[in-house]
């Protein structure tokens, strides 16, 4: 299931796991992780790429661009929350920030989330 083009998942699914895909990484088409968990080790995996974070590297963290980091992230933040994921999947560490800051939800890089699906196997 995608978050993309206007195609909203339907809010029942609440056991699933979002992916953010990170700017950087989507101008290079770097963002093999999501399809290889979507194939081997998350059932439901719901692809957010719409929106930034709004972090910006280093920018928000800075004390006097905090506020404005989190507004510029708040559609993802509202996005990612609207789907219901018991987890979040990103491999940018500061986005794992900015995201774990604006939904509460854990969040965690792909390598760890397949690393725990092989120990279970």
């Known amino acids: 299931m995608e978050l993309r083009h206007g195609r909203r998942p339907d809010p029942r699914h609440t056991d699933?796991?979002?992916t953010d895909r990170p700017h950087h990484a989507r101008s290079r088409c770097l963002y093999p992780a999501a399809k290889f968990l979507k194939e081997f080790a998350v059932k439901d995996l719901i692809v957010v790429d719409d929106y930034c974070c709004g972090i910006a590297g280093s920018y928000?963290?800075?004390k006097?661009?905090?506020r404005l980091s989190m507004e510029i992230g708040s559609h993802l933040f509202k996005a990612i929350k609207d789907t219901g994921p018991s987890l979040v999947i990103t491999d940018c560490g500061t986005c794992?920030?900015?995201i774990k800051?604006?939904?509460g939800i854990s969040?965690?890089?792909p390598s760890?989330?397949?690393r725990?699906?092989?120990k279970m196997q």
């Open 64 to 66: 006097e661009k905090h």
């Open 16 to 18: 699933g796991e979002g």
């Open 101 to 103: 800051d604006g939904t």
């Open 116 to 118: 725990e699906y092989l």
């Open 60 to 62: 928000g963290f800075k």
């Open 112 to 114: 760890v989330v397949l």
């Open 107 to 109: 969040v965690k890089h």
């Open 96 to 98: 794992k920030v900015q």
